[in-house]
């Protein structure tokens, strides 16, 4: 996935507040570089119809599969970071977040999820952190902005 896929998906999550399968389907993308295709299956209004078919742009083969649901399941969010990021330590936790506004300027605040993602290292780095409205919203958050930070093109 490139620098601005990932800028997208990222500009999605940070405005989402729950399950979302349009998401979910781009992670899938970016976890099997595979792309989403009709196969010829239309509504009573001969609109396509999203029959997550999946196609392996290098060899052609194919998967007939709904995308996992990445944005609801902690589980799955974490088998996510563990494929994409393998032995990096990572934590979730409950936090106060920025909610939106009063009326007179002043932030308001309501739960929300905060996690990290640390790679493994002696030399302590620096985690990614992300907050979301839920767990696994902060989980692939801090992901999406891991991988962002391991691109070759951000690092110029």
């Not at 078919?53 to 649901?69: D, I, K, Q």
């Not at 088998?79 to 936090?95: H, T």
């Not at 909610?99 to 002043?106: A, I, V």
């Not at 801090?142 to 391991?150: D, T, V, W, Y």
Request: charged share 25%; hydrophobic share 35%; proline share 8%.
């Amino acid at each position: 996935m490139t620098t601005p896929e990932l800028d997208d998906l990222i500009g999605r999550l940070e405005v989402c507040t729950g399950p979302d399968r349009e998401i979910d389907a781009e992670l899938m993308r970016l976890e099997h570089d595979w792309e989403e295709r009709h196969i010829g299956a239309t509504d009573e209004n001969d609109t396509p119809v999203k029959d997550w078919v999946w196609v392996n742009r290098a060899t052609g083969e194919w998967r007939s599969t709904a995308p996992l649901h990445f944005t609801e399941s902690i589980d799955a969010a974490l088998a996510l970071v563990e494929r994409k990021l393998p032995g990096y330590r990572w934590g979730v936790s409950s936090a106060p977040m920025r909610t939106g506004f009063y009326p007179d300027g002043k932030p308001s605040y309501g739960e929300g999820f905060k996690a990290h993602l640390t790679e493994p290292s002696a030399l302590r780095p620096m985690p990614t952190i992300a907050s979301g409205a839920t767990a696994p919203l902060a989980i692939l958050l801090a992901l999406l902005r891991a991988l962002k930070a391991q691109t070759p093109e951000s690092s110029s």
